[in-house]
């Protein structure tokens, strides 16, 4: 991959600057600036393809035909997705991007906010990117977080911006929470489901709303016998359902460890936070976080949240 995207990086400029650093000394992380030192020697890209950390980002840069633009004068402010942040997407998820060109320039360019703006200058607030669609800025002292997702390493200094390394992908809104569920794949059972239980109207509504949103194969992991009997009772259905909606918006960064969360089903889930980070909900890890809408947000359950009762 990195191969191909040298190529390309390399065709879009004769200058021995704007090129990838050399292969027999490979950086392995990003730093982010913490001291004044050299003027930095590469671009966006070339700083994307001197670390070994942003191979996925720098091939779907190739794939969007976004390379030439990220070369450019700027200065651009780049939230850069490392390969651990594309790992956490499901793949199929993934594939549906990558196969649409215009969703894909949508979901890049989302990350690209124009000026540059170092971490001390980013503001609570909303940053307008250069897809149209603004990002939100929200901070905890000195931690910066873009919609919710944390800043992982600031300050990367570029010759035509800078970037700030982050440990998720920032998904933007393609609808309201139903349209997400439609639209990506992976939620067909949970979809047909609020189908079934006549709360479409209802979570295409203003809201805003928080949704645990469960893969299609957390239901199938369920035991057919409780499938059956929470099929069979529309009222059971709708409760287990709303079990799974909080009113308000939160992103995963709002949820504190030990916060106790009401539900639109008036039935209570509690919040943990793991050592590494990782936010639970009722005890079940939160897969994809953030994942924006235009009336809340969604995070991604592989476990479906069964009430107490």
């Not at 393809?49 to 720098?58: D, I, Y």
């Not at 929470?177 to 509504?205: C, E, M």
């Not at 369920?222 to 909606?245: C, K, N, R």
């Amino acid at each position: 991959m990195l191969a191909v995207v040298g190529l390309a990086a390399t065709a879009c400029s004769d200058d021995p600057a704007d090129v990838a650093p050399p292969t027999t000394t490979p950086q392995s992380t990003v730093a982010p600036t913490t001291t004044e030192g050299p003027p930095p020697e590469f671009d966006i890209v070339g700083t994307a393809l001197g670390a070994t950390v942003f191979s996925q980002l720098a091939g779907f840069v190739v794939d969007a035909g976004l390379v030439e633009t990220l070369r450019g004068p700027g200065p651009f402010t780049v939230f850069a997705p490392t390969d651990d942040a594309f790992a956490k997407i499901p793949a199929d998820i993934k594939h549906v991007i990558q196969d649409d060109p215009e969703l894909l320039v949508t979901v890049l360019t989302y990350h690209v906010v124009p000026g540059e703006i170092v971490a001390a200058d980013l503001q609570e607030g909303e940053l307008e990117t250069v897809a149209g669609i603004p990002l939100t800025i929200t901070r905890d002292g000195d931690d910066v977080y873009v919609n919710g997702n944390k800043v992982a390493a600031a300050d990367v200094q570029a010759t035509n911006g800078v970037v700030h390394v982050m440990g998720d992908v920032l998904v933007p809104p393609l609808g309201d929470v139903i349209d997400v569920a439609t639209t990506l794949p992976g939620f067909s059972t949970l979809a047909d489901l609020v189908t079934q239980a006549d709360l479409v109207d209802t979570l295409k509504g203003e809201g805003p709303f928080t949704v645990f949103a469960p893969l299609d194969a957390a239901f199938e992991a369920l035991p057919q016998a409780t499938l059956d009997a929470v099929l069979a009772d529309p009222e059971l259905l709708a409760t287990v359902l709303t079990y799974h909606v909080v009113p308000g918006k939160l992103s995963l960064s709002d949820m504190q460890d030990g916060d106790v969360l009401e539900t639109v089903a008036g039935i209570e889930l509690e919040v943990t936070k793991a050592d590494d980070g990782t936010t639970l909900v009722a005890g079940v890890p939160v897969a994809v976080g953030n994942v924006q809408a235009t009336n809340g947000v969604i995070h991604v359950l592989g476990e479906v949240l069964v009430p107490p009762s």
